[in-house]
């Protein structure tokens, strides 16, 4: 059974850089090099794509991972995770959740993982503001879960991460909405 690998000292080094970065540029990039890190920890997931466009330069993907399913990590997902990454100092509006989830529609693509700092705006229970993007996304047949720096920062171990992304897809589809 796969324990899951430990998170080195440079863990906390990206949060550091992020948090010193004198420009909002700075701040993204190492918070998307900690999720590159984090993920990469995971057995049978590689970053595929960083920061691309799409043809018409009208979107653009923070993380792609290629996640070959291996049984000690991402095997209850598909092959590619779109991953997008906010580092900022407040919690996400509808707006941002909705631009990410179109993204998801636009792509054919079921599943995303939204990496909020400080989570997302409204109420989980009554599913307003970004938390009804997240609960009508569910609805037309997306999953989007939405992971904290908090919960990052908490996480020691890589099955953490991967027990994590379980726990969330599961209160989603079975609440329909997401609690952090």
């Known amino acids: 059974m796969f324990n899951g690998t430990h998170f080195q000292k440079t863990r906390p080094q990206y949060l550091l850089i992020g948090d010193n970065a004198s420009t909002t540029a700075e701040k993204g990039r190492a918070f998307e090099d900690l999720i590159c890190y984090i993920f990469g920890k995971i057995p049978g997931i590689s970053v595929s794509r960083r920061n691309t466009l799409n043809r018409s330069h009208s979107e653009e993907i923070d993380v792609a991972f290629w996640n070959k ?21 407040h ?81 989603l589809v079975v609440s329909g909405t997401i609690l952090i």
């Not at 399913?69 to 100092?89: D, T």
């Open 69 to 89: 399913q291996n049984q000690s990590g991402f095997y209850f997902l598909q092959n590619i995770l779109l991953v997008e990454c906010k580092n900022w100092s």
């Open 91 to 171: 919690p996400l509006g509808s707006t941002e959740v909705s631009w990410f989830d179109t993204k998801l529609r636009r792509r054919a693509q079921p599943f995303g993982i939204l990496v909020a700092a400080n989570g997302i705006t409204g109420n989980a229970v009554d599913k307003t503001a970004a938390h009804n993007i997240i609960s009508t996304a569910l609805a037309e047949g997306r999953q989007c879960v939405v992971i904290t720096r908090q919960e990052i920062e908490n996480l020691t171990l890589s099955s953490e991460l991967v027990l994590l992304i379980q726990t969330k897809l599961c209160e």
